[in-house]
């Protein structure tokens, strides 16, 4: 089945330092979506990206859809306390039509 | 405000039983889903419902079942047939199933262990 590889798996920030991850998958997807959890909550919905290429913000989050449509970046500037936590991709698409999550990228405060 | 609430927050079960997981919303979603969520791992459906009444397997539905006889209310049975019940559950919902334009929203899930 459709899979989506995402990383780093973690990794650890220290306030003021900018942030990337990316997913990246062999199939090719049309809706990109990235989700944060913080612990025992549910994701939230941070960016949603619907076409080859687009570029979009949401504050300090930048997200792309790859122009291949194979893989997606977010990038957090100048990160802060309350940006860690897991931020997953997700990917639309296939026959089915349903969401496929990758398996998320861990962000702690370095110590 | 509109969202999802699911209920109980934490459950503790003994092996063996049937467990049914509340999820109910109030943003007039047709669609809703199930998700599990296990340590390192990324979501992975459990079942899924496009409309009142009808409800499709997930990819790891094996030992649970659903009903959808409200729009606004969609619970998971784990059943004593689930060989590893013991899991975050995720439930969301969207306007339509998955597609353009729809991202999924969730709740805030419920923490099932069972001994």
């Known amino acids: 089945g459709q899979q989506l590889n995402q990383s780093p798996q973690s990794m650890f920030i220290q306030e003021g330092e900018d942030v990337s991850m990316n997913c990246t998958s062999s199939?090719?997807?049309?809706?990109w979506l990235w989700y944060k959890q913080d612990p025992g909550e549910g994701p939230v919905l941070l960016i949603a990206l619907y076409k080859a290429g687009e570029l979009t913000s949401n504050g300090r989050l930048t997200a792309q859809f790859g122009i291949t449509r194979k893989d997606s970046f977010l990038n957090i500037s100048a990160s802060i306390p309350s940006d860690v936590g897991i931020y997953f991709c997700?990917?639309?698409?296939?026959?089915?039509?349903?969401?496929?999550f990758g398996k998320g990228t861990k962000l702690s405060v370095k110590p | 405000d509109g969202g999802i609430t699911q209920s109980p927050k934490y459950l503790f079960r003994k092996e063996g039983q049937n467990v049914t997981l509340s999820c109910e919303q109030n943003?007039?979603?047709?669609?809703m889903y199930w998700y599990r969520q296990d340590p390192g791992q990324g979501l992975r459906l459990i079942y899924y419902s496009q409309i009142v009444n009808d409800f499709q397997k997930g990819d790891i539905a094996e030992g649970y079942s659903v009903s959808r006889e409200k729009k606004e209310s969609f619970p998971l049975t784990v059943t004593s047939a689930q060989k590893n019940p013991t899991a975050f559950y995720l439930c969301a919902s969207s306007p339509r199933k998955s597609s353009y334009n729809s991202p999924l929203h969730f709740g805030n899930g419920t923490r099932l262990t069972v001994t």
């Open positions: 943003l007039n979603h047709d669609a």
């Open positions: 997700a990917g639309l698409g296939g026959s089915q039509g349903n969401l496929i």
């Open positions: 199939s090719i997807f049309n809706t």
